[in-house]
């Protein structure tokens, strides 16, 4: 059975972040990597469980070094203070940084600041973290990747308990080419409250694999993941789904972070 249909579908994903919640009320935060290019390949996730993330780790240096290290080497997934989110590049650090500020500015109550003060939802956070450059080794993760010609969108999300867990949020946020001359970005953002069972997942590319690849565009993917109830079921649902339609494997990873009352769980499945 393959959870993630849609995802399935696509022949050619990109990166994916996904967000949702279990059956049981658990929180989680999701992502997909493929790779058509050696570089791209040349990867795999691992849990730092001391730092309560999930990286990208290099299985080739040479073969990553024919593509470029500073949009291939990130950390993909983390967990502050009960909050989970991520990305697809080093946009993760820029997203910590604010809640790392909204924490100090709050006396250490950043969960519930974001959850109960309008200026500080999940979706206001993810917006504001991207109001104005941000340059991290030579590259402003303010804006869309520079590999030209497929200008790599940014894509971001985050989960965040209401007080309580009377309600649950999450929300997406991606940065992409805007069409004609492209060279400015277009922002989209999507937040909203999170329902038992459900998962939502924007990527990088709209599934087509052909140059250039076309940016994700619409709504987030729906699935459904009723009997999915740890961080091991999920990364193994994701990862089969990003195998590909009719053959095509441009598979690479998947990981997952599940937040229980007892703390963060990880798992990760990785191809090579």
Do not use: W
């Not at 579908?9 to 972040?17: D, I, K």
């Not at 290290?69 to 989970?84: F, K, N, Q, S, T």
């Not at 956070?125 to 969108?153: C, H």
């Not at 991606?174 to 990527?203: M, N, W, Y």
């Amino acid at each position: 059975m393959v959870y993630f249909q849609k995802l399935h579908e696509m022949e050619y994903s990109g990166r994916g972040v996904t967000i949702g919640m279990t059956e049981q009320g658990h929180l989680f935060i999701g992502y997909t990597l493929t790779g058509r290019s050696s570089s791209s390949q040349a990867r795999r996730l691992k849990i730092d469980e001391e730092l309560k993330r999930i990286i990208i780790e290099v299985t080739d240096p040479v073969i990553l070094s024919k593509g470029d290290p500073r949009l291939l080497v990130y950390d993909a997934l983390a967990e502050y203070r009960g909050i989970l989110f991520g990305s697809n590049g080093k946009q993760t650090g820029i997203i910590d940084d604010a809640l790392q500020t909204v924490d100090k500015n709050t006396g250490g109550l950043v969960s519930m600041s974001i959850t109960l003060d309008g200026a500080k939802s999940a979706g206001d956070i993810l917006a504001s973290v991207f109001d104005g450059e941000r340059m991290i080794d030579g590259i402003d993760v303010t804006t869309f990747e520079p590999d030209a010609p497929n200008y790599t969108p940014r894509i971001s999300g985050m989960v965040v308990d209401g007080p309580d867990s009377i309600d649950s949020y999450g929300a997406l946020h991606i940065l992409k080419r805007s069409q004609g001359d492209g060279e400015f970005p277009c922002r989209e953002l999507v937040a909203f409250p999170l329902s038992h069972g459900i998962a939502h997942t924007i990527t990088t590319y709209s599934g087509e694999n052909i140059i250039p690849l076309p940016s994700f565009r619409g709504l987030p993917l729906e699935a459904t993941v009723h009997g999915l109830t740890s961080a091991d079921d999920l990364a193994q649902a994701l990862f089969e789904s990003i195998e590909g339609p009719d053959g095509a494997n441009f598979q690479v990873s998947a990981g997952v972070i599940l937040q229980r009352l007892s703390g963060p769980e990880f798992a990760v499945r990785n191809r090579f």
